[in-house]
C-alpha cells in the first residue's frame, strides 16, 4: 500500500523494521499496517507524482469516506481542529471537511 508521510515526517519504525519515506513524501507498507500509520497522518495516496508537502504546500487532501475513525481523528488532530466526545462518525467526516477545504 503507498501512502503520503505527513508533513516533515522522514519514516517510521515499526516491529524492528524501518519504513523510509521517499523524496516525494510517498511511503510502501504492507496492508495490514495502514490502519497504524494512518492513525498517526498519513493518507492513502492516490498518485505516486504528487510533491511532498516539505517541498511544495500542495497536499493531496484524502478520500474522506474511506479513512476510518481513528484515521479521522488523527487528521483533525494534525488541522488542530478539536472535537468533543461522543461524535458520530457522520460528525467526524463533516468536520474533516471543513478543516480540509480550504
Do not use: W
Request: with cysteine.
Amino acid at each position: 500500500m503507498k501512502l503520503r508521510a505527513p508533513a516533515h515526517c522522514t519514516g517510521f519504525s515499526h516491529a524492528g523494521r524501518v519504513y523510509h519515506v521517499d523524496t516525494n513524501g510517498l511511503i510502501e507498507i504492507e496492508d495490514h499496517l495502514a490502519a497504524l500509520v494512518l492513525a498517526h497522518g498519513f493518507v492513502p495516496c492516490a498518485g505516486a507524482s504528487a510533491s511532498h508537502p516539505m517541498t511544495s504546500a500542495a497536499m493531496d487532501v484524502p478520500d474522506l469516506e474511506t479513512l476510518s475513525r481513528r484515521a479521522l481523528f488523527a487528521l483533525l488532530r494534525e488541522k488542530g481542529v478539536r472535537v468533543r466526545l461522543p461524535i458520530t462518525n457522520a460528525a467526524l467526516r463533516e468536520a474533516a471537511r471543513q478543516a480540509t477545504s480550504g
